[in-house]
């Protein structure tokens, strides 16, 4: 469709005003709320596309459209927003994020930005304050070789923020961390307990005692081992995570991981059984605890789901939508599986152009999970509604991802499974192909750019960087791509901040990491509505400003479009509506 243009406030006004006098429409026609007067962006199609009205009724959009033709939908009780030059976009799409894990770690101490490891200790020592005494005392998002010390703190040094009670430090990519005695001891870990694949506990030059660090599937053992949040912990956990999603211009969140915490069904569920929600949350259970999660969500459809004498067992909710597959908000989408690690422990078929601290030899990092585990995945869920995410940074854990898909389709056939890659950061040209073929949607980490891309120059060297998270390749080949934040990995779930990111690439340092791999606006804009939507397969009902979908709706005080790419991040959201209901006004 060509391009709309926005008419005269004066005409327009006396445009919707003329209903007055015409027939009245029908109730079924009525909007609730008209929105006009400012940049309404459809995100339809591969070219921007604007209307100058929208209207909204019964938490759906009535209509997308002309002014001219917005007037047979206002009626005595319509009331119309003048967007007073702001945008309208379809509302934000998380398309890999940790909102459960993030709400939790709202109520740790804050970690980023730490300078030496005695800023570290003294930050954790605050958090002791404010930490019940039966608690542990856990912390997020420091970075190793950003601090004056460039490794993480050891044993002892954690001990002196108590020997008594356990200590975990988390780093912000979620990948590595480290811990106090006590945190050891209370999770049975000691220097003789063997390493689990995929993972490590570092042990002192002696071998005969921990160092302190440990690295993936090794901390999740150790994570796991905290004590759940419950009551009104749960419930603070789930709902400030929720305010921030919706701060940013979600409508819809992801926790991309279920089961990191041995807790995070029980706040789910929690979170159902008393609405807390207001965005939707969609879930990926992680690999390890996908028979607890699959079971809960049994038990959670068969207490809202009619049952066959008509009545439920308890309230469900009602959509706009109709989709079942939620309730009050909550829906199980997937699966998700770590196939490698960070930029520090990616899974390479080639070495490290210069290794991590700490490593020797020709360091390729770690495979995380079996292929007989992958592929008896993929076996089972191929043929379902599930869609399986999997983890990877590294060219070796996307030949293994590849791999398993191979079987499942020759098993089971081709299917629209649109299995996510998460990620994807580095991936040959031979592999683009396949995935082409096989369906898979790459969400790309976006944020990561600014964040990790020296150290992806550095560890993995300019060749690979330079076609890291391949954006522009995908759009080339007219492939469906999505963009993601990752919180807590990133400090805050900025859709914005990766919009910029994935048009600038600009790292910390100002350099341009993969110039050749930047997108347009517009593109970055469709990798966090459309072809977010598409890649979680609700594309009929999210993504794009059209009639019969939902009103799940983000006003911006800019239009990205039209402000200068490196201030993309800075435009600020307005306000958040949800099935035509404000979740979040500035």
């Known amino acids: 469709m060509p391009h709309m243009t926005r008419p005269h406030p004066v005409r327009l006004t006396a445009l919707l005003l003329a209903v007055l006098v015409l027939p009245a429409p029908s109730s079924a026609q009525v909007a609730t709320t008209i929105y006009t007067g400012g940049d309404i962006l459809t995100m339809r199609g591969e070219a921007a596309e604007y209307a100058e009205c929208l209207a909204v009724r019964d938490g759906k959009i009535l209509f997308v459209g002309p002014a001219a033709d917005a007037q047979k939908h206002v009626g005595a009780t319509t009331q119309t927003v003048a967007l007073a030059g702001k945008t309208l976009l379809p509302g934000f799409i998380d398309t890999h994020g940790h909102m459960v894990y993030f709400g939790k770690n709202l109520l740790d101490a804050n970690l980023f930005g730490v300078k030496d490891i005695p800023d570290l200790i003294e930050r954790m020592k605050k958090q ?86 440990m690295e993936e599937t090794a901390l999740n053992a150790v994570r796991a081992k905290r004590p759940p949040f419950t009551g009104q912990l749960a419930d603070d956990a789930i709902t400030g995570a929720a305010k921030v999603w919706a701060s940013y ?44 999660t699959v079971a809960a969500a049994y038990t959670v459809a ?45 899974w390479f078929t080639q070495p490290y152009s210069t ?23 993929f076996d089972t869920y191929w043929p379902t509604n599930l869609q399986i995410h999997m983890h990877m940074n590294g060219d070796a854990a996307a030949d293994q991802a590849l791999a398993a898909i191979a079987k499942a389709a020759k098993k089971h056939g081709m299917r629209d499974h649109r299995p996510v890659f998460i990620h994807a950061s580095y991936l040959r040209p031979e592999q683009i192909e396949k995935m082409k073929a096989y369906g898979a949607v790459p969400s790309f980490l976006t944020a990561s750019v600014v ?12 060749d690979r960087a330079a076609v890291a998270l391949p954006a522009r390749t995908f759009l080339r080949m007219g492939l469906p791509f999505t963009f993601s934040h990752d919180a807590p990995v990133s400090p805050v779930p900025s859709i914005l901040a990766l919009v910029d990111a994935g048009v600038n690439r600009t790292a910390g340092s100002g350099a341009v990491v993969g110039p050749d ?33 939902l009103a799940d709706l983000v006003i911006l005080e800019k239009n990205p479009l039209k402000v200068d790419s490196a201030t993309i991040k800075d435009i600020q959201v307005v306000q958040t509506i949800k099935e035509g209901k404000t979740v979040y006004r500035r």
């Not at 005392?137 to 040094?157: D, H, I, N």
């Open 355 to 377: 290794n991590p601290s700490g490593k020797t030899g020709a360091y390729r990092g770690y495979r995380q999970v079996p292929d007989e585990v992958l592929d008896a995945a």
């Open 249 to 292: 211009g979600h409508t819809t969140a992801q926790e991309a991981g279920l089961g990191l915490g041995n807790d995070d069904i029980g706040i789910v569920v929690n979170a159902i059984d008393k609405q807390l929600l207001p965005i939707d949350l969609y879930i990926a259970a992680k690999d390890s605890n996908v028979d607890d």
């Open 302 to 346: 068969s207490q809202y789901n009619p049952s066959p004498d008509g009545t439920r067992s308890k309230l469900l909710a009602d959509r706009p939508d109709l989709d079942k597959r939620y309730v009050n908000r909550v829906r199980l989408g997937g699966i998700k599986f770590w196939l490698d690690g960070s930029i520090d422990t990616a």
């Open 451 to 462: 964040s990790g891309g020296d150290g992806v120059l550095k560890l993995w060297g300019k």
């Open 128 to 213: 002791a304050e404010r930490t019940p005494a039966d608690g542990w005392l856990v912390g997020f998002g420091y970075q190793s070789r950003a601090m004056k010390e460039g490794r993480p703190p050891t044993v002892e040094e954690l001990d002196a923020i108590s020997t008594i009670r356990p200590v975990l430090i988390v780093d912000s990519s979620g990948h590595l961390g480290a811990g106090n005695s006590a945190v050891f001891k209370e999770a049975g870990i000691s220097a003789s307990t063997p390493d689990p694949e995929g993972g490590s506990f570092t042990r002192k030059a002696n071998g005969t005692s921990l160092l302190g660090p």
């Open 517 to 549: 791999e930047r997108v347009p606006p517009y593109a970055a804009l469709r990798a966090v509505t459309a072809l977010a939507a598409y890649q979680i397969k609700e594309e009929q009902t999210k993504g794009t400003l059209e009639a019969g979908k």
